[in-house]
């Protein structure tokens, strides 16, 4: 395996045809393609979630099923623009277990996260936001390279290197919670974690 250097790399493109051909760990053989980031060059804001699903695995972007739906939602009620950040994943290949046809969503392990952390480094080189939200604790680790519980750094502001971090539960779990009441707490502590990034972005302006 030989890495691509950061050096090597001079355009948000050239980022994504790397990434297209990396061997780093073993998820690359089931996933049908890499889903690299998307988003302007330069943004104030980054999403970053944990890997992508059915559906980004066969589209090749990020957050555009049924949790990027939730995603979208919670953006708009927070006031913020999706086409305005970079938005992408901490592993990015989808790692799945088969359940007869259906490919069903399998977490992503430490090595595979910290394997695709090379990549995640190189977006936020190349983007610089100033305001991280890492959604789910993969993309936590991803961002901060170390391990956290959600519960109790959620409300802390963190840093990787000179972005500040703010880290959230991952959409995909408002969708499974079953209780209405409940769901809509946890919906609303959400979009407040959005907003709060939306604040940090009008005060480092």
């Given at each position: ?12 493109d ?18 049908t ?5 998307e988003?302007?060059r ?14 980004e ?6 957050f555009v ?16 623009d999706r ?7 901490a ?17 992503p392990n ?12 190189m ?5 610089k ?8 604790t993969?993309a ?25 971090v ?19 707490r ?9 907003r709060?990034c ?8």
């Amino acid at each position: 395996m030989i890495d691509t250097p950061l050096s090597a790399i001079a355009s948000p493109d050239e980022l994504r045809a790397a990434e297209a051909k990396c061997q780093r760990c073993l998820l690359y053989r089931d996933a049908t393609q890499v889903v690299p980031g998307e988003g302007p060059r330069h943004p104030r804001i980054m999403l970053v979630g944990e890997q992508p699903g059915h559906e980004e695995d066969l589209e090749g972007r990020p957050f555009v099923g049924p949790a990027g739906r939730m995603l979208d939602r919670a953006l708009v009620e927070a006031g913020l623009d999706r086409s305005k950040m970079f938005v992408t994943n901490a592993v990015k290949h989808f790692k799945f277990t088969m359940r007869g046809k259906r490919r069903l969503h399998k977490k992503p392990n430490a090595y595979e996260i910290d394997q695709c952390r090379w990549w995640l480094q190189m977006e936020l080189a190349m983007t610089k936001p100033s305001v991280i939200l890492a959604m789910g604790t993969t993309a936590a680790r991803g961002v901060l390279g170390r391990p956290v519980t959600i519960s109790k750094v959620r409300g802390h502001m963190l840093a990787a290197g000179s972005s500040r971090v703010i880290v959230t539960i991952h959409p995909s779990y408002l969708l499974r919670i079953p209780d209405p009441d409940a769901k809509a707490r946890e919906y609303r502590d959400f979009v407040a974690d959005l907003r709060t990034c939306a604040q940090l972005t009008k005060h480092s302006a």
